[in-house]
Protein backbone atom coordinates (compact mmCIF):
# COMPACT_ATOMS: atom_id res chain seq x y z
CA UNK A 1 0.00 0.00 0.00
CA UNK A 2 1.46 3.40 -1.20
CA UNK A 3 0.04 6.40 0.80
CA UNK A 4 0.83 10.03 -0.05
CA UNK A 5 1.22 12.18 3.10
CA UNK A 6 0.67 16.12 2.86
CA UNK A 7 -0.94 18.66 4.98
CA UNK A 8 -1.32 23.00 5.43
CA UNK A 9 -2.43 23.34 1.70
CA UNK A 10 -4.02 26.69 2.72
CA UNK A 11 -5.31 27.66 -0.65
CA UNK A 12 -6.78 30.93 -0.27
CA UNK A 13 -4.10 32.22 1.85
CA UNK A 14 -3.40 36.26 0.92
CA UNK A 15 0.01 37.09 1.76
CA UNK A 16 1.57 40.79 2.92
CA UNK A 17 -0.50 43.19 1.69
CA UNK A 18 -2.90 41.17 0.22
CA UNK A 19 -1.22 39.31 -2.24
CA UNK A 20 -2.90 36.06 -3.72
CA UNK A 21 -0.98 32.59 -3.83
CA UNK A 22 -3.46 30.59 -6.38
CA UNK A 23 -1.05 30.73 -8.93
CA UNK A 24 1.54 28.99 -7.01
CA UNK A 25 -1.12 26.42 -5.58
CA UNK A 26 -2.08 25.70 -8.42
CA UNK A 27 1.22 24.53 -9.75
CA UNK A 28 1.60 22.71 -6.86
CA UNK A 29 -2.10 20.59 -7.29
CA UNK A 30 -0.87 20.06 -10.72
CA UNK A 31 2.23 18.61 -9.48
CA UNK A 32 0.65 16.63 -7.26
CA UNK A 33 -1.55 14.78 -9.59
CA UNK A 34 1.54 13.98 -11.57
CA UNK A 35 3.12 12.51 -9.08
CA UNK A 36 0.34 10.58 -7.70
CA UNK A 37 0.38 8.83 -11.33
CA UNK A 38 4.30 8.35 -11.87
CA UNK A 39 4.65 7.36 -7.45
CA UNK A 40 1.66 5.34 -8.02
CA UNK A 41 0.00 6.29 -4.78
CA UNK A 42 -3.27 4.70 -3.72
CA UNK A 43 -4.27 6.98 -1.02
CA UNK A 44 -3.88 10.38 -0.63
CA UNK A 45 -3.94 11.55 3.09
CA UNK A 46 -4.20 15.84 3.88
CA UNK A 47 -3.56 16.06 7.66
CA UNK A 48 -5.62 19.43 7.79
CA UNK A 49 -5.56 23.46 7.11
CA UNK A 50 -6.08 22.68 3.57
CA UNK A 51 -7.76 26.42 3.57
CA UNK A 52 -6.36 29.19 5.23
CA UNK A 53 -9.38 30.31 6.76
CA UNK A 54 -12.70 29.42 7.79
CA UNK A 55 -14.44 31.29 4.83
CA UNK A 56 -12.48 30.61 1.58
CA UNK A 57 -12.36 32.70 -1.60
CA UNK A 58 -14.42 31.00 -4.31
CA UNK A 59 -10.76 30.68 -6.42
CA UNK A 60 -9.33 28.85 -3.66
CA UNK A 61 -12.89 26.13 -3.39
CA UNK A 62 -12.98 25.77 -6.99
CA UNK A 63 -8.93 24.98 -6.91
CA UNK A 64 -9.32 22.59 -4.56
CA UNK A 65 -12.75 20.84 -6.17
CA UNK A 66 -11.12 20.50 -9.70
CA UNK A 67 -8.15 19.06 -7.95
CA UNK A 68 -10.68 16.43 -6.58
CA UNK A 69 -12.55 16.28 -9.85
CA UNK A 70 -9.29 15.39 -11.56
CA UNK A 71 -7.89 12.95 -9.38
CA UNK A 72 -10.83 10.71 -9.86
CA UNK A 73 -9.40 9.69 -13.40
CA UNK A 74 -6.35 8.48 -11.59
CA UNK A 75 -5.44 4.84 -12.62
CA UNK A 76 -4.00 3.98 -9.19
CA UNK A 77 -5.11 6.49 -6.28
CA UNK A 78 -8.30 4.73 -5.08
CA UNK A 79 -9.29 6.95 -1.52
CA UNK A 80 -8.61 10.21 -0.30
CA UNK A 81 -8.84 11.42 3.05
CA UNK A 82 -8.99 14.87 4.44
CA UNK A 83 -9.05 16.24 8.16
CA UNK A 84 -9.82 19.90 9.53
CA UNK A 85 -7.48 21.82 10.55
CA UNK A 86 -7.49 24.95 12.92
CA UNK A 87 -7.51 27.43 9.99
CA UNK A 88 -10.76 25.14 8.39
CA UNK A 89 -13.76 25.42 9.06
CA UNK A 90 -15.81 22.18 9.73
CA UNK A 91 -18.81 22.97 8.41
CA UNK A 92 -17.73 24.55 5.63
CA UNK A 93 -15.40 21.16 4.68
CA UNK A 94 -18.36 18.91 5.66
CA UNK A 95 -20.87 21.04 3.29
CA UNK A 96 -19.76 18.83 0.45
CA UNK A 97 -18.36 15.53 2.27
CA UNK A 98 -21.53 13.26 1.42
CA UNK A 99 -21.05 14.32 -2.01
CA UNK A 100 -17.54 13.26 -2.12
CA UNK A 101 -18.03 10.30 -0.47
CA UNK A 102 -19.66 8.98 -3.77
CA UNK A 103 -16.12 10.06 -5.20
CA UNK A 104 -14.25 8.15 -2.36
CA UNK A 105 -12.76 11.07 -1.02
CA UNK A 106 -13.48 11.06 3.07
CA UNK A 107 -13.80 14.18 4.56
CA UNK A 108 -13.63 14.72 8.80
CA UNK A 109 -13.90 18.60 9.39
CA UNK A 110 -14.10 18.06 12.74
CA UNK A 111 -15.14 15.29 15.73
CA UNK A 112 -17.72 13.72 14.43
CA UNK A 113 -21.27 13.29 16.07
CA UNK A 114 -20.17 9.29 15.87
CA UNK A 115 -17.06 8.73 17.32
CA UNK A 116 -16.43 5.82 15.66
CA UNK A 117 -16.99 7.60 12.30
CA UNK A 118 -13.24 8.75 12.28
CA UNK A 119 -12.17 5.09 11.90
CA UNK A 120 -12.00 4.36 8.31
CA UNK A 121 -11.35 1.63 6.42
CA UNK A 122 -9.56 1.36 2.91
CA UNK A 123 -10.63 -0.24 0.56
CA UNK A 124 -14.04 0.84 1.08
CA UNK A 125 -15.94 -2.73 1.66
CA UNK A 126 -12.80 -4.95 1.49
CA UNK A 127 -12.91 -7.48 4.25
CA UNK A 128 -9.71 -7.81 5.40
CA UNK A 129 -9.09 -3.79 4.74
CA UNK A 130 -5.89 -3.07 3.24
CA UNK A 131 -5.03 0.27 5.40
CA UNK A 132 -6.80 1.17 8.39
CA UNK A 133 -7.02 5.54 8.91
CA UNK A 134 -7.87 7.25 12.36
CA UNK A 135 -8.72 10.42 10.68
CA UNK A 136 -8.85 12.57 13.63
CA UNK A 137 -9.32 16.20 12.82
CA UNK A 138 -7.76 19.91 14.97
CA UNK A 139 -9.52 19.03 18.09
CA UNK A 140 -10.44 22.21 19.96
CA UNK A 141 -10.99 22.43 23.53
CA UNK A 142 -14.40 21.28 23.79
CA UNK A 143 -13.75 18.25 21.51
CA UNK A 144 -12.01 16.79 24.57
CA UNK A 145 -12.54 18.61 27.75
CA UNK A 146 -15.15 20.52 29.92
CA UNK A 147 -15.28 23.72 31.33
CA UNK A 148 -14.59 23.64 35.29
CA UNK A 149 -15.27 26.94 37.35
CA UNK A 150 -12.33 28.56 38.94
CA UNK A 151 -9.06 26.29 37.48
CA UNK A 152 -5.64 27.96 36.98
CA UNK A 153 -4.03 28.26 33.68
CA UNK A 154 -2.18 25.14 34.54
CA UNK A 155 -4.29 22.81 35.39
CA UNK A 156 -6.68 23.53 32.41
CA UNK A 157 -3.61 23.36 30.32
CA UNK A 158 -2.91 19.97 31.79
CA UNK A 159 -6.57 18.91 31.22
CA UNK A 160 -6.00 19.86 27.25
CA UNK A 161 -3.26 17.45 26.93
CA UNK A 162 -4.80 14.70 28.91
CA UNK A 163 -7.80 14.82 27.03
CA UNK A 164 -6.03 14.89 23.66
CA UNK A 165 -4.28 11.70 24.73
CA UNK A 166 -7.17 9.98 25.81
CA UNK A 167 -8.84 10.80 22.01
CA UNK A 168 -6.22 8.98 20.58
CA UNK A 169 -6.53 5.75 23.10
CA UNK A 170 -9.91 5.79 22.80
CA UNK A 171 -9.91 5.28 18.77
CA UNK A 172 -7.22 2.66 19.43
CA UNK A 173 -9.20 0.71 21.82
CA UNK A 174 -12.21 1.14 19.09
CA UNK A 175 -9.67 -0.50 16.36
CA UNK A 176 -9.74 -4.50 16.57
CA UNK A 177 -6.28 -6.21 16.14
CA UNK A 178 -5.40 -5.02 12.88
CA UNK A 179 -1.96 -6.24 13.64
CA UNK A 180 -2.96 -10.08 13.31
CA UNK A 181 -4.34 -9.52 9.79
CA UNK A 182 -0.88 -7.59 8.69
CA UNK A 183 -2.96 -4.49 8.25
CA UNK A 184 -1.26 -1.48 8.76
CA UNK A 185 -2.77 1.22 11.03
CA UNK A 186 -2.62 5.17 10.02
CA UNK A 187 -3.72 8.04 12.30
CA UNK A 188 -3.56 11.73 11.68
CA UNK A 189 -3.19 14.78 13.63
CA UNK A 190 -3.40 18.73 13.41
CA UNK A 191 -0.98 19.94 16.23
CA UNK A 192 1.75 21.16 18.26
CA UNK A 193 3.79 18.17 18.69
CA UNK A 194 6.79 18.95 21.51
CA UNK A 195 10.00 19.02 20.44
CA UNK A 196 8.72 20.74 16.82
CA UNK A 197 10.05 23.35 15.40
CA UNK A 198 7.13 26.16 14.02
CA UNK A 199 7.87 29.31 11.97
CA UNK A 200 5.89 32.40 11.49
CA UNK A 201 3.17 31.55 10.10
CA UNK A 202 1.87 28.74 12.73
CA UNK A 203 -0.33 30.67 14.10
CA UNK A 204 -1.10 29.30 18.08
CA UNK A 205 -3.63 27.49 18.46
CA UNK A 206 -3.19 26.87 21.86
CA UNK A 207 -1.49 28.91 24.33
CA UNK A 208 1.39 28.39 26.75
CA UNK A 209 2.36 24.64 26.59
CA UNK A 210 -1.30 23.41 25.80
CA UNK A 211 -0.30 22.51 22.04
CA UNK A 212 3.13 20.69 23.63
CA UNK A 213 1.44 16.84 23.00
CA UNK A 214 4.61 14.64 23.83
CA UNK A 215 4.98 11.56 21.04
CA UNK A 216 4.06 8.86 23.83
CA UNK A 217 0.77 10.58 23.53
CA UNK A 218 -0.07 8.28 20.70
CA UNK A 219 -0.75 4.77 20.99
CA UNK A 220 1.56 1.86 19.90
CA UNK A 221 -1.13 0.79 18.05
CA UNK A 222 -0.41 3.64 15.46
CA UNK A 223 2.02 2.11 12.36
CA UNK A 224 2.50 5.81 11.38
CA UNK A 225 0.86 9.03 12.39
CA UNK A 226 0.09 11.86 10.05
CA UNK A 227 1.10 15.39 11.16
CA UNK A 228 -0.32 18.90 10.05
CA UNK A 229 0.15 22.14 11.61
CA UNK A 230 3.83 22.79 11.75
CA UNK A 231 5.35 23.70 8.15
CA UNK A 232 8.58 22.50 8.96
CA UNK A 233 9.30 18.80 7.74
CA UNK A 234 10.57 17.00 10.92
CA UNK A 235 10.10 14.07 12.93
CA UNK A 236 8.44 13.95 16.46
CA UNK A 237 10.52 12.46 19.45
CA UNK A 238 12.98 10.66 17.34
CA UNK A 239 9.85 8.07 16.38
CA UNK A 240 10.70 7.83 12.95
CA UNK A 241 6.84 6.90 12.41
CA UNK A 242 5.37 10.35 13.45
CA UNK A 243 6.23 12.89 11.56
CA UNK A 244 5.09 16.30 10.02
CA UNK A 245 5.56 16.15 5.86
CA UNK A 246 5.30 20.21 6.46
CA UNK A 247 3.73 23.38 4.32
CA UNK A 248 3.81 22.56 0.08
CA UNK A 249 4.47 26.14 -0.48
CA UNK A 250 6.50 28.52 2.06
CA UNK A 251 3.84 30.29 3.61
CA UNK A 252 5.63 33.11 5.56
CA UNK A 253 9.57 34.52 4.82
CA UNK A 254 10.31 32.42 7.77
CA UNK A 255 10.02 29.22 6.03
CA UNK A 256 12.93 29.66 3.11
CA UNK A 257 15.71 27.66 5.14
CA UNK A 258 13.99 24.12 4.62
CA UNK A 259 12.78 22.21 1.58
CA UNK A 260 8.78 21.75 0.76
CA UNK A 261 7.83 18.27 0.99
CA UNK A 262 4.98 15.50 0.87
CA UNK A 263 5.99 12.17 2.22
CA UNK A 264 5.48 9.08 0.26
CA UNK A 265 4.86 6.11 2.63
CA UNK A 266 5.34 2.70 1.38
CA UNK A 267 3.70 -0.15 3.72
CA UNK A 268 4.21 -3.57 3.69
CA UNK A 269 1.78 -5.06 6.41
CA UNK A 270 1.27 -3.79 9.82
CA UNK A 271 4.57 -1.64 10.99
CA UNK A 272 6.36 1.34 10.14
CA UNK A 273 6.23 1.91 6.27
CA UNK A 274 9.56 3.05 4.43
CA UNK A 275 9.25 6.74 4.08
CA UNK A 276 10.59 8.47 1.30
CA UNK A 277 10.92 12.57 1.08
CA UNK A 278 9.48 14.25 -2.10
CA UNK A 279 10.64 17.98 -2.75
CA UNK A 280 7.42 19.53 -3.90
CA UNK A 281 8.84 22.33 -6.92
CA UNK A 282 9.29 25.76 -5.46
CA UNK A 283 7.61 28.02 -8.31
CA UNK A 284 8.18 31.74 -6.39
CA UNK A 285 11.19 32.06 -4.34
CA UNK A 286 10.94 34.61 -0.72
CA UNK A 287 13.81 36.47 0.09
CA UNK A 288 15.18 38.17 2.95
CA UNK A 289 17.59 41.47 2.40
CA UNK A 290 19.00 42.97 5.37
CA UNK A 291 21.94 45.29 6.12
CA UNK A 292 22.98 48.85 5.13
CA UNK A 293 20.82 50.54 2.60
CA UNK A 294 23.22 50.61 -0.10
CA UNK A 295 23.65 47.01 0.14
CA UNK A 296 19.91 45.74 0.41
CA UNK A 297 19.63 47.60 -3.14
CA UNK A 298 22.54 45.73 -4.42
CA UNK A 299 21.03 42.55 -3.65
CA UNK A 300 17.85 43.54 -4.68
CA UNK A 301 19.50 44.87 -7.98
CA UNK A 302 21.33 41.33 -8.29
CA UNK A 303 18.75 38.49 -7.62
CA UNK A 304 18.61 36.05 -10.04
CA UNK A 305 15.05 34.66 -10.52
CA UNK A 306 16.37 32.13 -13.30
CA UNK A 307 14.17 28.87 -12.87
CA UNK A 308 11.29 30.11 -11.24
CA UNK A 309 7.94 30.66 -13.01
CA UNK A 310 6.93 34.05 -10.55
CA UNK A 311 9.02 36.84 -9.11
CA UNK A 312 10.36 36.29 -5.65
CA UNK A 313 9.07 38.75 -3.11
CA UNK A 314 11.14 39.78 -0.95
CA UNK A 315 11.52 41.55 2.99
CA UNK A 316 13.53 43.94 3.74
CA UNK A 317 14.79 45.27 7.17
CA UNK A 318 17.28 48.44 6.35
CA UNK A 319 19.96 50.35 8.15
CA UNK A 320 20.02 53.82 7.72
CA UNK A 321 19.73 57.52 9.06
CA UNK A 322 18.16 58.90 5.90
CA UNK A 323 14.14 59.79 6.20
CA UNK A 324 12.04 56.97 5.92
CA UNK A 325 10.11 58.00 3.13
CA UNK A 326 13.65 58.32 0.97
CA UNK A 327 14.59 55.06 2.12
CA UNK A 328 10.89 53.63 0.78
CA UNK A 329 11.30 55.18 -2.48
CA UNK A 330 15.16 54.10 -2.98
CA UNK A 331 13.91 50.68 -2.55
CA UNK A 332 11.03 50.67 -4.48
CA UNK A 333 13.02 51.94 -7.41
CA UNK A 334 15.67 49.45 -7.21
CA UNK A 335 12.96 46.59 -7.44
CA UNK A 336 11.28 48.21 -10.61
CA UNK A 337 14.56 48.31 -12.19
CA UNK A 338 14.62 44.35 -11.71
CA UNK A 339 11.50 44.17 -14.33
CA UNK A 340 9.57 41.66 -12.90
CA UNK A 341 12.65 39.44 -11.10
CA UNK A 342 11.62 40.30 -7.56
CA UNK A 343 9.17 42.44 -5.72
CA UNK A 344 9.54 43.95 -2.35
CA UNK A 345 6.28 43.18 -0.17
CA UNK A 346 7.81 44.87 3.12
CA UNK A 347 10.19 47.04 4.19
CA UNK A 348 11.18 48.39 7.87
CA UNK A 349 14.03 49.81 9.60
CA UNK A 350 16.67 47.42 11.33
CA UNK A 351 19.01 50.41 13.53
CA UNK A 352 19.84 53.85 12.62
CA UNK A 353 23.04 54.70 11.50
CA UNK A 354 24.55 58.26 12.05
CA UNK A 355 24.77 60.44 9.40
CA UNK A 356 28.11 62.68 8.52
CA UNK A 357 29.30 65.32 10.73
CA UNK A 358 26.93 68.49 9.54
CA UNK A 359 25.08 66.33 7.10
CA UNK A 360 20.66 66.70 7.35
CA UNK A 361 19.70 64.13 10.49
CA UNK A 362 15.40 63.83 10.01
CA UNK A 363 14.32 62.97 13.54
CA UNK A 364 13.88 59.06 14.12
CA UNK A 365 10.47 57.76 13.10
CA UNK A 366 8.62 55.17 14.53
CA UNK A 367 8.11 52.05 12.31
CA UNK A 368 4.63 50.85 12.52
CA UNK A 369 4.40 47.22 10.83
CA UNK A 370 1.43 46.69 8.52
CA UNK A 371 -1.26 44.93 9.94
CA UNK A 372 -1.02 42.39 7.84
CA UNK A 373 2.55 41.29 9.22
CA UNK A 374 0.79 40.29 12.35
CA UNK A 375 -1.04 37.68 14.08
CA UNK A 376 -4.21 37.89 15.77
CA UNK A 377 -1.98 36.78 19.20
CA UNK A 378 0.64 40.13 18.51
CA UNK A 379 -1.83 42.70 18.35
CA UNK A 380 -3.44 41.24 21.74
CA UNK A 381 0.32 41.25 23.57
CA UNK A 382 0.80 44.77 21.74
CA UNK A 383 -2.43 45.83 23.61
CA UNK A 384 -1.89 44.08 26.94
CA UNK A 385 1.87 46.00 26.63
CA UNK A 386 0.01 49.20 26.94
CA UNK A 387 -1.80 48.15 30.49
CA UNK A 388 -0.09 47.88 33.85
CA UNK A 389 -1.17 43.77 33.86
CA UNK A 390 0.59 42.12 37.00
CA UNK A 391 2.62 39.30 34.63
CA UNK A 392 0.04 36.85 36.57
CA UNK A 393 -2.99 38.74 34.87
CA UNK A 394 -1.45 38.86 31.50
CA UNK A 395 -0.48 35.04 31.11
CA UNK A 396 -4.44 34.43 32.02
CA UNK A 397 -5.31 36.94 29.57
CA UNK A 398 -3.38 34.83 26.86
CA UNK A 399 -4.81 31.97 27.57
CA UNK A 400 -8.13 33.29 27.38
CA UNK A 401 -7.14 34.78 24.09
CA UNK A 402 -5.52 31.73 22.88
CA UNK A 403 -8.89 30.04 23.58
CA UNK A 404 -10.97 32.41 21.72
CA UNK A 405 -8.23 32.01 18.72
CA UNK A 406 -8.94 28.54 19.00
CA UNK A 407 -12.76 28.69 18.67
CA UNK A 408 -12.51 31.40 15.96
Not at 63 to 83: G, K, P
Not at 253 to 271: D, R, Y
Not at 370 to 398: G, S
Request: hydrophobic letters at 40%; charged letters at 20%.
Amino acid sequence: MRVLHTADWHLGQRFHNGHERLDEHQCFLDWLLHTIEQERVEVLLVAGDVFDTGNPPAAARELYYNFLAHLRSSETCHDVVIVGGNHDSAATLNASASLLKALRVHVVGGVPAVFEAQCLTLPHGAAPPRLVVAAVPFLRDADVRHLVAGETTAERESRLREGIAAHYHRLADHLPNYRALNVPVLATGHLFAAGGTAGDAERDIHVGNLGQIAADAFPAAFDYVALGHLHRPQVVGGRPHIRYCGAPIPLSFSETGHPQQVLLLTFGGAGCPEVQALDVPCTRRLRRFRGPLEQVIQQISEHDNTGYAHEAWAEVAVESGLPWAVVQDQIREAWLQTNGQVRVLTARKLAEIPTPLGAFKAPAEPVVPHLDELTPRAVFEQLLDTKDYEPAARAELLATFGELLAHR
